[in-house]
C-alpha cells in the first residue's frame, strides 16, 4: 500500500487526516515544519506529500522547490493543502511542480479522491 507525507503545523489537521488516510489503508507519516517535511521525504520515499504552504523553518513552496530540484525525489507527487487562495500562489505552486492545489478549510472525502487520482496514475 502508499505512504502518504503529510506536512502541516496545524496538528488538528495532522490528526483529522492521518485518522482519514489510515481508514483507507494508506501509511501515514507526518512533519510538523518545512526541514522535517524534507528529511522525511527524503528518508522515507513517501508514494505521495500532502503540504501546507505556510509552515515554521522552510514553507511549503520552499519545499516543493527543493523536492522537484531534487533529482532523486521529484517523481514523488505533490498535493498542495492552504490555506492560501490567491491566484498567484497557485499559479506559482503549479509551475513549481505541485500535482494539484487544495484551498483550506477543505472537504476530506475531496482530497481523498484527488490523492487517490494521482496516485492510480503512478
Same mark, same amino acid.
Given at each position: 500500500m502508499h505512504t502518504i507525507l503529510i506536512c502541516d503545523d496545524d496538528t488538528l489537521i495532522l490528526e483529522l487526516m492521518e485518522f482519514r488516510l489510515q481508514a483507507k489503508g494508506y501509511t501515514v507519516i507526518k512533519a510538523e515544519d518545512g526541514e522535517q517535511a524534507l528529511k522525511q521525504t527524503a528518508e522515507a520515499r513517501p508514494s505521495l506529500?500532502?503540504? $501546507? +504552504? #505556510? #509552515? %515554521?523553518?522552510? $514553507?511549503?513552496?520552499?519545499?516543493?522547490s527543493r523536492l522537484k530540484a531534487n533529482e532523486d525525489l521529484r517523481h514523488i507527487p505533490v498535493i498542495m493543502l492552504t490555506a492560501r487562495k490567491g491566484e498567484q500562489e497557485i499559479v506559482s505552486a503549479? @509551475? =513549481?511542480? +505541485? @500535482? *494539484?492545489?487544495?484551498?483550506? %478549510?477543505? /472537504?476530506? *472525502? @475531496?482530497?481523498?479522491? =484527488?490523492?487517490?487520482? /494521482?496516485l492510480s496514475k503512478k
Open positions: 506529500v500532502v503540504l $501546507d +504552504a #505556510m #509552515m %515554521p523553518k522552510l $514553507d511549503g513552496f520552499q519545499v516543493l503549479l @509551475e =513549481r511542480g +505541485a @500535482e *494539484d492545489y487544495l484551498v483550506k %478549510p477543505f /472537504i476530506p *472525502d @475531496e482530497l481523498m479522491t =484527488r490523492l487517490s487520482k /494521482i
